[in-house]
């Protein structure tokens, strides 16, 4: 086979790299998340039209955010998510739905992660990751602390949580094993792809609370309607900035 | 009236201060060349599993861009897709603001 190695070539689990097992596992946990994203998606765009922009510009943060490469202090590159927004405005399942439109795309046309891992990158990028990011929103949501930062201890985790699954994916199994066992295994690839993604992370979480004060300040009645904030909260977050 | 670009500053320090990280990594570290993380990683498999990159054959045939130039035009092209969704909705928002007001 035909393969050309250049530097950054790859990103997510490339082609190849995941046994035939572990690519059919990843895509049945991916399946069933994705079937309930598309069933919850036309429930929200058919209760409510309003929520379509909203799905736009956070799907969009998915696309532009997803095509950076940054640079790390350890002197590699990755890149952010920017699953957070979708995740606290519509939930993991729908954030997976949009997911698997980048990630498609990245496999066809790109070759960054191939098909048969696709599952695998589904399940870090698209589903755990905005889940880490969901429970975070739904334990600061209704708590004293102010949406900027909720909006960005959840757009943080939800992308370092990416990567922590990742490596988590690659260390359970993968077409070599790096080491001996499971767990020092987890912790190399740990200290490759989780702990230099740690200041992408922060970044992103940043830039993101920024883009939602936007949000907040532009179409407030979205985040009351679609109760993703209480409208004090709002209101006075508005008022705050 | 509290200051209210609090949120622009500290994301434009952030910004700066990821910028200034980068360029001090770049011009100290040696053997730095910021290649993905993935990358390392498929280095690493293979080299444990004692092959070269080239000898993992993909599962599932897979199109490689034959260009770096071929690759960049489609990470813009994504890129682009991703910046238009989120100007058309903002710009959306902003007309259905004035309207209202």
Redesign the interface.
Known sequence: ?D???????????????LP?QW?LIWWLVALPCLIYGVYQLKKVLAADREAL??L??T?????????????N??????HPTGTGLSAICFGPWITAVICTI?LL???????HG???TLGANIVSMGIVGPFVGYMVYRLLKDSTINI?LTVFLVTALADLSTYVITSFQ?ALG??????GDMGSAFI??LG??AI??I?IA??EG??L??VF??IIV??PEILIRLNIFSEEKVCTSRD?? | MAFRYKLEILALVTIIAFCIIFFYTNSTMNGADFTGTDTIVAAKISESAGSSERNISPLIPQWVPPSGEIESTLFALQAAAGGFLIGIVFGYWIGQKKQNS
Not at chain 1, 59 to 70: A, E, P, R
Not at chain 1, 105 to 111: D, H, K, Y
């Open positions: 086979m393969r050309k190695t250049r530097p950054g070539e790859y990103m997510h689990i490339m082609e190849g790299f035939w690519c922009p909203l736009g510009v799907g969009g943060f998915i696309f532009l955010l997803s095509s950076l490469k940054l640079p202090p350890v002197g590699t590159c990755s980048v795309f990245q496999s066809l046309m790109l070759a191939g098909l048969s900027y690659l993968s077409i070599h094993p790096v080491s190399i690839y490759i792809f230099p993604q200041s922060i970044l940043i830039v609370s920024l004060k936007y532009l179409k705050e900035t």
